[in-house]
């Protein structure tokens, strides 16, 4: 999909001096956060054009919002004007990058997608969300022609020490395009969006980028490009709450989230396999079920991943996966052959449409989690299945 993502945006000449538009980028335009616009979109599966208040009112959306981000719900109206900038600013950026149309009508934006198979990517999981927008925000700084401003200060940190003073002056550069080729005249308006910018190209490049400001201590990780998920918790927050409640709420808060993940990726995988992955005799008939290889209770860190998740009929399902139905008890021949099927299924997608849905690295870390192994991410999937037939022989 990486190769995919960079020919489709070649086509497009996204230079801000011509365009004069600063919002190919903006503050709500994280890797969580359009990763969870885009997932609100194929679930909103518009077949018009549709508006930002057309996923406002998606139920969708507005019990996940809450789940994902620890947010009050859409419909508490102090967070009104936050929900519309976190909305829209991922749909302007979307539609700037041409994955998505947009059309004014009044002062109202309408969108229609433009590429499905490439909004499919980045709603699929965060970290393609990620991967789209490092390679949009390198297309469009290279379009703009002040990409050689971030390569430069990448050199400085490599080669080592980077300084406070080499951050400022390429903010101060990048300030002074943005004002000089936009309609945004306030630096403390192009600030907001250079820190979304930099770390994203600084956590590809394993280089440090900007926090509160200032230049980053530390180099900046994929983990630090969240969305800051505090901000809107203290919005409905009584200023009586005990230390102890609020530790609960964000529990609570936590396994939402969680639940969220979850359910996600079996919907995903509901849809993408058809039949049994599992070619024996029971896989016969409709494949109903998707089983947790690794389950869910044991193994929370991976429960989400569609590399421990495997499509089935009802009778392995409940027959083979769970001996006699009991869904706390799992069969560890049959653990070892969902997990033979599902290197299968992984192995043909990936030589089919690249790594959309699954990641080999992904299924090697669901392994190792599972069986308390250490396989290396380089091994082929032949390679995979025989290390996998030795350590159940072994067990």
Known sequence: MIQTISTFLSQFDFDVRKSGDARFMDQKCTPDVVCFIADCIINLNPQEDFTVHNIWDMRYFIKNASAIFGKPSPKNTSAKHEYDKFIQQPLRMLA???????????????????????????????????????????????????????????????????????????????????????????????????????????????????ERGHLSKYIISFSDLMYNRRNWRDLGKAKSMTRQEAANVEEEGQKD????????????????????????????????????????????????????????????????????????????????????????????????????????????FVINTGLDANLNTDLTFPEIRSHLRVLYNEG
């Open 257 to 364: 989230y969680d639940e969220y993940q979850v359910t996600k990726a079996i919907n995903l995988i509901r849809k993408i396999q058809i039949e049994s992955e599992v070619k024996d005799q029971y896989g016969v008939g409709e494949a109903t079920q998707v089983h947790h290889i690794f389950p869910k209770s044991q193994f929370p860190l991976i429960a989400h991943y569609l590399e421990n998740l495997i499509k089935l009929t009802a009778t392995q399902h409940y027959t083979k996966a769970h001996p006699k139905n009991h869904t706390q008890i799992t069969n560890k021949d049959y653990q070892l052959v969902c997990l033979l099927a599902k290197s299968q299924t992984i192995e043909k997608s990936i030589k089919t449409i690249g790594e959309k849905y699954y990641r080999k690295d992904a299924f090697v």
């Open 96 to 210: 700037y990058a041409h994955i998505l149309d947009i059309q004014k009508c009044g002062n109202k934006n309408y969108y229609r997608i433009a590429n499905p198979d490439i909004l499919e990517y980045i709603a699929t999981k965060e970290r393609n969300a990620y991967n789209f927008l490092y390679l949009y925000i390198v297309k469009v700084l290279g379009d703009s022609n002040i990409l050689k401003t971030f390569e430069d200060f990448k050199r400085k940190c490599l080669l080592g020490p980077v300084t406070n003073q080499d951050y400022l002056d390429l903010k101060e550069r990048y300030t002074r395009f943005i004002i000089g080729n936009t309609a945004i005249n306030k630096a403390v308006e192009v600030h907001r969006i250079f820190t979304k910018v930099l770390n994203i190209y600084a956590a590809e490049n394993d280089i440090q980028g900007t």
